[in-house]
T-cell receptor, first 113, second 115 residues
């Protein structure tokens, strides 16, 4: 049963702590993405990776870091430098063509207290 | 600077009628457009897409129309069903550049289909 998994569904952290969000896919997709959604807003791209061991900054990369050591995994670390980390985080994956559809995981709701 | 605009935050229609969701864009380089549907606390689900070489694409109850000269696209849902109630996002991408995999999203329109 192919798909994208994100864990955990809900995550709480204290201010000043780094936190890592998990994203795994078994769709054999080369490209993976991280987006952030805030209330009443569209999705904004944080980072994307077109291939293993390569990734690029999106529109709002400040305060975030990623790694792509395996094709199926693209974890996102929200660092203490991110000024407003509380948000809904969405991971997506696609084949490498630009017009290949991006498929999304169920998301992680991060709340920083 | 919002390059993809969904000017109606919400839309309410009766079951069985047509739902029309609108999207405008400002970047003339956009050449590929998608619609996603999203339920609360879930990831978006892909619905339908259209390339700029077409002006219409149909998939079952869903049809997307593209008017390039007006930089406008719309999603028609016929007939509307209560299960269609969700937030609908319009997204667009442009070729070239360092972020050629980037999708630019609108803010979404909340569709409510009343039984």
């Amino acid at each position: 049963d192919g798909g994208i998994t994100q864990s955990p569904k809900y995550l709480f952290r204290k201010e000043g702590q780094n936190v890592t969000l998990s994203c795994e896919q078994n769709l054999n997709h080369d490209a993976m993405y991280w987006y952030r959604q805030d209330p009443g807003q569209g999705l904004r791209l944080i980072y994307y990776s077109q291939i293993v061991n390569d990734f690029q900054k999106g529109d709002i990369a400040e305060g975030y870091s990623v790694s792509r050591e395996k094709k199926e995994s693209f974890p996102l670390t929200v660092t203490s430098a991110q000024k407003n980390p509380t948000a809904f985080y969405l991971c997506a994956s696609s084949d490498r063509g630009r017009t290949d559809t991006q498929y999304f995981g169920p998301g992680t709701r991060l709340t920083v207290l | 600077d919002q390059q993809v605009k969904q000017n109606s935050p919400s839309l309410s229609v009766q079951e069985g009628r047509i739902s029309i969701l609108n999207c405008d864009y400002t970047n003339s380089m956009f050449d590929y457009f998608l619609w996603y549907k999203k339920y609360p606390a879930e990831g978006p689900t892909f619905l339908i897409s259209i390339s700029s070489i077409k002006d219409k694409n149909e998939d079952g109850r869903f049809t997307v129309f593209l008017n390039k000269s007006a930089k406008h696209l719309s999603l028609h849902i016929v007939p509307s069903q209560p299960g269609d109630s969700a937030v609908y996002f319009c997204a667009a991408s442009a070729p070239g550049g360092g972020s050629n995999y980037k999708l630019t999203f609108g803010k979404g329109t909340l569709l409510t289909v009343n039984p």
